[in-house]
């Protein structure tokens, strides 16, 4: 729940732990014609300037809490929004889903998301580039 404040007046932001932004970097620029940009907290990745991955980590009083938000679209969204922690529903983007990235994150489930998320905001050409799981 605390990760779903995201975006509003008043939050702190702190750094993104290197190796997971290594880690997201190395899933994104896996993808093609994905640019990296710095964003107002965190790193964003766009494809033709369309974000489809942004991390971030939120300063609580506990501590840093790092987070990604994508985009998904129909069942997957809906299904995603309700499993309930480690996901949320950000406070912008109908089409947005946010994860936490903690420990014991499953890798293999977040490459999943970041494909997805960037095969439902790129043009159909660079999507049939993609080598999407399970397909």
Same mark, same amino acid.
């Not at 975006?7 to 702190?12: K, N, R, V, W």
């Not at 993808?31 to 939120?58: K, Y």
């Not at 890798?107 to 997805?116: G, M, P, R």
């Given at each position: 729940a605390r990760a779903s404040s995201l975006a509003l007046d008043g939050i702190e932001y702190a750094d993104v732990s290197p190796t997971i932004e290594a880690a997201v970097r $190395? +899933?994104?620029l896996g993808l093609p014609d994905v640019v990296e940009r710095q964003a107002w907290a965190g790193t964003q990745w766009r494809v033709r300037n369309r974000m489809f991955a942004h991390i +971030? !980590? @939120?300063d609580f009083p %506990?501590? !840093? @809490? $790092?987070?990604? $938000? +994508?985009?998904?679209s129909g069942p997957e969204l809906d299904a995603l929004r309700g499993t309930g922690h480690p996901y949320f529903q950000p406070a912008w983007g @109908?089409? !947005?889903v946010g994860i936490v990235l903690e420990e014991g994150?499953?890798?293999d489930e977040v490459t %999943?998301?970041?494909i997805e998320s960037y095969c439902t905001v790129a043009p159909k050409k660079l999507v049939a580039r993609v080598d999407r799981p399970g397909g």
């Amino acid at each position: 729940a605390r990760a779903s404040s995201l975006a509003l007046d008043g939050i702190e932001y702190a750094d993104v732990s290197p190796t997971i932004e290594a880690a997201v970097r $190395t +899933l994104c620029l896996g993808l093609p014609d994905v640019v990296e940009r710095q964003a107002w907290a965190g790193t964003q990745w766009r494809v033709r300037n369309r974000m489809f991955a942004h991390i +971030l !980590a @939120v300063d609580f009083p %506990e501590g !840093a @809490v $790092t987070v990604m $938000t +994508l985009r998904s679209s129909g069942p997957e969204l809906d299904a995603l929004r309700g499993t309930g922690h480690p996901y949320f529903q950000p406070a912008w983007g @109908v089409d !947005a889903v946010g994860i936490v990235l903690e420990e014991g994150v499953d890798w293999d489930e977040v490459t %999943e998301l970041v494909i997805e998320s960037y095969c439902t905001v790129a043009p159909k050409k660079l999507v049939a580039r993609v080598d999407r799981p399970g397909g």
